[in-house]
């Protein structure tokens, strides 16, 4: 059959993609990009907000007009929303099968029952049967997504993730390793190491694995140059792992910790399990052993109950640690959670935008000052993909800073040396003096 995937979400949907369409290869499936010339749509989808679930049924529309013209094209849909809304998405009459985040091993054979008209949902465990010698069909040359661990145990309030994605379950240190043998050895030179939580890897083996020994052990492997890891949760965040990120420049100097409030009361609310000054010490301990860091977070503003005081809070927050990036969310109440069903949704939605609006302007300003010390510079950059129509390419560095410079497309993937001559509150922009 050919088929053809549709992805929204994070980077696990990504990587589950990427291993879906491997299996489906090997299983003798064609991949395209088409819908329009395909036997088969995968629609691998997001829960996280009420926008990200939103374009699943926008997808879902058009894939029943599509249906009209070709009434043997099959639907599947899985991911997030699958596990969240399973029976009500086979109520859609464009969808043939709905199969959760942990059954995508199984791939093959559920494609091979919709396509004989079964109608089903398929919600098994089955996520032990990935491993290094799963075939994976990935999007880049160059980088590879590799999940380290699934599911997360944190049950923050507002998130929907530990129902959807399970109780967090670490894959053999041994098979990552694996993995990462066989990239580097096909050529790879960065890898992202990926889990809801990666910094909880390895607790449920209880062998001594963690992310601080996989990372020492993964430094021994030559050919991979830079070594990235999502997402952190600031209470798991170790002096450990602080130290192993301090000891080799291979390792990403972009570390991602989510605070999504600077308020206790709000935190506690949110049952994120520390405090602002917990994470403001934690702050100051990555910059104190990684001084060339740079630090990016997540916030939800909106939050159920959140005052005034609360809100300048995580203003006066914003401004004490200078992030690089901040993902910035309006808070939307997600079925099945906590604050859904204990907290009112009582914060005006014109609040919500005006303070979403506020922190975007800050932080925009505060980009463009931090972008500023880049100029003038010369900065090592991993071309990353084509910008359309004006012969540019963009790149990003060891601290994740995104660069565009004029460079052809074979150089994709190459390590360069930039000097940045203009900057905004986005990328940087130079030009190419020299190959590594």
Known sequence: MKVAFRTFGCQMN?????????????AGHEIIDSEEAADAVIVNTCAVREKSEDKLY????????????????????????????????????????????????????LLSRAAVGERFIEMGDYIDELDADSPRLRTSKHHAWITIIYGCDKFCSYCIVPYTRGREKSRKMTDILNEVRQLADSGYREITFLGQNVDSYGKDLEDGSSLAALLRETLKIEGIERIWFLTSYPKDFSDELIDVIASCERISRSIHLPVQSGSDRIL????????????????????????????????????????????????????????????????????????????????????????????LALQKHINRQENEKYLDTVIDVIGEGKIKGNGKIYGRTMNNKIVIYHADANLIGIPVKIKVDSVSAGPLYGEIVGVL
């Open 14 to 26: 990504i990587s589950d993609t990427e291993a879906m369409m491997g299996i489906l290869r090997r």
């Open 58 to 109: 926008g997808k879902l529309g058009q894939l029943k007009a599509l249906k009209k013209s070709n009434d043997r094209l099959v639907v599947g849909v899985c991911g997030c929303v699958a596990e969240k809304n399973s029976t009500e998405l086979l109520t859609h009459r464009e969808v043939d099968f709905v199969f959760g985040t942990r059954a995508i091993s199984r791939i093959d054979e």
């Open 268 to 359: 506690k609310s949110m049952n994120r399990g520390y405090t602002r000054e917990y994470f403001l010490d934690l702050i100051r301990r990555v910059r104190d052993r990684v001084p060339d860091s740079s630090l990016s977070t997540d916030i939800i503003v909106g939050f159920p109950g959140e005052t005034e005081a609360d809100y300048e809070n995580t203003v006066s927050l914003i401004r004490e640690v200078r992030f690089e990036r901040v993902n910035l969310a309006m808070y939307s109440p997600r079925e099945g959670t906590l604050s859904a069903r204990k907290l009112p949704d009582d914060i005006p939605q014109e609040v919500k935008i005006k303070r979403l609006n506020d922190l």
